[in-house]
Each structure stands twice: as C-alpha cells, then as structure tokens.
C-alpha cells in the first residue's frame, strides 16, 4: 500500500523453490517502526529463509550498505515527497550519483530497479503528484543511461492497482482511469519504450475490507468460491481478474506485451475481523501453491513475478487506510515469524526462520494499578494519550485484543505506549495509576508485546500522529459500554 514487509522457510525448501520457479518471488522491506531491527540481521534472516530479492521505500544507505555482498536483487524507491525535487534534471543526476552508481561495483549491491513513487495516482492524494510523476521519472531513465546503467537499472513506478478500473468489474472492460488516462499512456509507452518494467500493487484483502458484499472466497486463490465469466474465460479469484483488468488496459494502450511486476501482494495479521493469521496462511498457501504451478493468470500464462508485502510489522505507519496498515508483516516487528507458510507450494508448511541476534527488552509489562477506580475524565485522558503515542489497533474491532475487558483495555493502552518508550520508568506513570510488573500481561488471543533493542533513531513521520485518529474508537471500546 502507501507503503505498505516477510517470511522464511526451512533452508532446503526454499533453496528448491527459488531453483525451479526462478526469481519469482520477493518481499517488501519497510522501516516504518519505532524500534527498528538492524539491518544486517535483516538481511541475515532474508538469507536465512533463502530470500534473493527485496524491494525498498527509499534508498536509505545504512540498508544499501548491508546489501553489499548479499547477491540480493534490490528495487530502490523516490518517496512521493521527493519527486518534485527530481524535475531538475541535475538533482535526479546526483541522486543516481549517490544512490545508485556509488553501490554498483563488484561485490557491491545488485540494484536493478528504481521505483519512482509510491502509488502516487492514489485517488486520496486527490492529484498532488499526477503532474510530477512522469517528467521525474524520465529524469532519472535518463540519469541512469548517461551513467552507463540504462541497461542494468531500469526506472518504473510502483502504481496501486486503482489507477485502472472496468464499469462491469469484468476484465475486458479493464482501462486506465479516466482522470489520469493520458498521464498512464505517456508512463506506459515510455516503459515500453525503455522495456522497463509495470509494477502494480494488487491487495485482495482490501477488497473485503472495502466491500461488506464481496465474496469472502473469491480473495483467495484456492478456488474454493464462486468463479465469474468473461468472453469465455472462467475467473476463480479476484487476483487473476484484476491482473488480466490491467493486461486489458495495456492492449487497450498499445502495449500488449509490457512486463508486469506485482509490486506488492500479501495479507495482514490483526487490526480488522477478516486480518488474522489464520486467513493470512490460507492467502499465503494459495499464492504459492500458484507460484510454484507457474499458470500465471489467464491472460498472462507463464510464471509471476511478486513481492510479498510485507517483511515485519511497522508499528509507526498511518492508519488512514485502516488499523491493518500496522500488521502486513509475515514476521512481527521483532523477527519472530508469524504462522508456517508452504513456499514450495507442494504443501510442506513450515515454520519461517526467525531473526538472529535481536535483543529484546527486560521481560516487564506497565499495567493499570487501580482496578477499583471507577471510570474517570482523568483516566479516559490519559488512555487516550498513550493511544494517541503508541500503537492500540490491536484494540479495534475484530482485532486480536477485542475482547479484553476495561481493565485489560486500559493495561493494553499504557503498556504499548511504555514499551514504545523504551520501558522507561517514567512512561509507566500515568498519574500514579499504572505499575510495572514482571507477570506476563498477554491473555488469549491478545499478546501483550515486549519492545526490542532498536537498531536505529525513531522514524519520523506521519505513522503514531495518525493513531490519534484511533482514539475515539479505544475510548469507546473501553467506557463507552461502562
């Protein structure tokens, strides 16, 4: 999504899945986190689990710098706040300089694409970077080229699979979003042009989330659902129709045969009724047992290229699209793997192999201290505060931690926002009302987390200010009923 990174397996399986299906499969690597794992353990866990290509938000030089080495194929990124920047021809020259050729020697970092934006025609950006998107990215095509590197770093952009749409929700009736079609036909030809890759980012879960009337089956790709048919072509899930939507807008563009690269693919762990680890494993299995068949869709047979998105929960991203947004990771934000995945794709589930080396925090919780006291203003203040500076979608409906009382509701609240700070002392305060203990405060499904050493200096973005967006709905969870 807006940004919305993944998994591992045991060794042997996976070095057979890569073998014979290629380099089909990737996964997002997203640091949008208040206690972010080093890098270097990042990409140990990646080769762990015989992962051999990531793609990235930015083109941060600490993550490009454990890549040395790691014969990993790597997708950099221009965050959408940076593309006007790069209308001048000489910044986009300097950011290849210092981006892209500094990392290119033997031995060094094997990037092959550069993604210029992040969704950028998203319809919530109401057209902020429509005009800037197309000129920025045949800046940097060109900066590469004048370096030498035309031919091995190709420039593209990762579109959200919205910038094309069909009437009858049929994939022959697939083109380009009229707002934005001209913009498309220029992107488009230019790729073509230069045989760079379409990258779209294609979320089945979103189409539950957004749609109280979708079938819940046809998110997935075990076939299990009602197919829909469409000039004679049977379509069991929504993935397949929605690619071949977009290899109609293509033929419908002129370009019939320009690759495509699924950018982004995955399913979230908690923060909605349908986000659960036992849904995610069943997308997961479908999508690889689809992968490991090389069928791709019915109008692009043959194997798919994806990136799983995504790596670890990133506990600082906005939840503007949703409380999900903060749990697409296949690993938690500490490494640990989620659920057993079939990456073969032969049902042989197993265990992913989890991060070495990470450090986790004192095994101590901050929880509630006064269970007598009646409901306050006071006390809904400052649950709301500590939701408003840490992370409570696990609070939300649906989500893993629902069915807490009020009691638990409120430790859940003030231990996230001390583990968020680190487990300072002092953030365990809350006006005398909160103690720290060293029982786990965890109950059935709703996992009270232990931060982790972080590797690096917060994030700074637009992620925790976003929760406040969430408060409401926690204060009316936790007294609204009381």
């Known amino acids: 999504m807006a940004q919305r990174g993944a998994f591992s397996w045991v060794f042997f399986l996976l070095v057979s899945f890569f073998t014979s299906h290629g380099d089909a499969l990737g996964v997002n ?52 706040k940076d593309l006007k920047t790069y209308l001048k021809y000489k ?48 800046n940097i095509q060109k900066a590469l080229e004048e370096a030498g590197l035309g031919d091995k770093v190709k420039a593209t952009v990762a579109l959200n699979a919205d910038v094309y749409q069909s009437a009858s929700n049929k994939p022959s009736d697939g083109d380009f979003r009229g707002d934005i079609k001209d913009r498309m036909l220029e992107i488009v030809r230019f790729l073509n042009e230069k045989n760079s890759p379409f990258v779209v980012n294609i979320y089945p879960f979103l189409s539950l989330y957004q749609n109280p009337d979708f079938p819940v089956d046809y998110a997935f790709l075990d076939d299990r659902g009602e197919s829909i048919e469409d000039d004679g072509i049977e379509y069991s899930n929504v993935f397949d129709a929605n690619l071949d939507t977009l290899v109609w807008a293509l033929r419908k563009s002129e370009v019939p045969d320009l690759k495509i690269l699924v950018g982004e693919i995955g399913w979230p762990t908690d923060g909605d009724k349908f986000a659960n680890r036992t849904l995610a494993k069943r997308f997961y299995d479908g999508l690889m047992k689809k992968l490991a068949t090389g069928a791709g869709t019915p109008l692009r047979p043959g194997g798919l290229s994806v990136y799983l998105f995504g790596l670890v929960d990133e506990d600082m991203k906005s939840v503007a699209p949703g409380n999900f947004e903060r749990h697409w990771g296949i690993f938690s934000f500490d490494g640990k793997p989620k659920f057993p995945i079939d990456f073969s794709g032969k049902g042989q589930s197993k265990m992913p192999v989890a991060a070495k080396g990470v450090v986790p925090l004192e095994s101590r919780w901050c929880v509630f201290g006064k269970p007598e006291m009646k ?31 009020r009691n638990g509701n409120i430790s859940y609240a003030f231990n996230m926002y001390f583990q ?13 009302m909160a103690t720290i203990t060293t029982k786990n405060a ?33 204060l009316f969870g936790i007294f609204g009923l009381m």
């Open 91 to 138: 910044k986009a020259k300097k950011w290849v300089k210092d981006s892209i050729s500094k990392h290119l020697y033997d031995g060094g970092v094997d990037i092959r694409y550069v993604a210029v934006g992040n969704e950028p025609f998203l319809t919530s950006y109401n057209g902020s970077f429509v005009n800037i998107t197309f000129p920025a990215l045949t």
């Open 375 to 405: 409901n306050s203003s006071k006390l809904g203040d400052l649950v709301n505060y500590a939701c408003s500076n840490a992370d409570c979608t696990a609070l939300g409906y649906g989500s893993s931690c629902n069915n807490l009382d």
């Open 29 to 80: 690597w997203g640091t949008q986190a208040s206690h972010t794992l080093h890098p270097s353990i990042v990409v140990g866990m990646l080769k762990d689990n015989g992962i051999n290509k990531v793609k990235l938000f930015d083109s941060d030089s600490w993550t490009l710098k454990a890549l040395v080495g790691s014969g990993m194929e790597v997708m950099v990124a221009i965050p959408n």
């Open 420 to 432: 968020m700070q680190s487990q300072d002392v002092q953030a365990c305060d809350f006006d005398g």
């Open 442 to 474: 965890s109950t059935g499904t709703c996992l009270f987390p232990i931060q982790i050493m972080s590797a690096g200096v917060r994030v700074i973005g637009d992620g925790i200010s976003a929760a406040a967006g969430f408060v409401g709905l926690v």
